[in-house]
């Protein structure tokens, strides 16, 4: 018999082996924790007359911030348990929910509007969070993730913390409008400097947070500063953000969290979690 080819012969339901999947990965590992998950897109290089949906995409893998490299092939979405592993002695990313995520091209000649990948981590996120109920979910992604849309849409269900650009439009809370006042109703307060300007400012203490598991499982100095904001696009409604300017060895990393309930130490500890576990997927 070959075995290989049962899943294609018999009725079953993915959607339903991802959630026995979770459960079973929630009993081993997790316990009554947080449920800390990452969220990254995969390449499956395949190619052939039947792999109707492949595309050219970005290999994130080989490329860098000077050297773009592309590659055909599938590309999936995926969100991944992110847990430390005892006999390991590392974060692993285990993953149990997976989509495929189409180029807009593939829609082109389809009835099907195309999804970007910011809506299919909504649909799996919110997805993940029904399973769970009432328990705390926290979803860790890169910049790609870091989509004013996406916040709003997983605000008060799951915590998503990302990158953030350094020159992203912050803002104060909207003012008290004083009784009476008419006009249109004003979506933001104050301008707020960049995380740039943050960085350059003297006057800013910067606080210090030993990371246990830093790049390479060592632990870590880093400088950082946070604050509450809200983040505002022309076009969109704004969201409220707990940013975090991150000086490691005197680079700058910013961080951004629908959450602004978040400690700052909570927001790096995830995110470097999210950071190793990466590295064991790829």
Known sequence: MRYHRVLSHVQWSALAASRLLLNQLLLVFIGQQPVVVGIDETLERRWGAQIKARGIYRDAVRSSDS???????????????????????????????????????YYDDKLRAHKKLTDWARQLLLQLKRWVGDRQVVAVGDNSYAVIDLLNALQGKVSLISRLRLDAALYEPVPISPPGQRGRKRLKGARLPTLFKVADDQSKTWQKLEVADWYGGQSQTVDYVTGTALWYHTGKKPVAIRWVLIRPENKLTGLVSNDPGLRADEMIGYFVRWCRAVVTVD
């Open 67 to 105: 050297h773009f490299v592309k590659c055909s092939g599938l590309r999936w979405i995926s969100v991944m348990l992110l847990t430390k592993v005892s006999w390991a002695n590392r974060v692993w990313a285990l993953p149990f929910l997976t989509a495929l995520a189409p180029s807009e091209r």
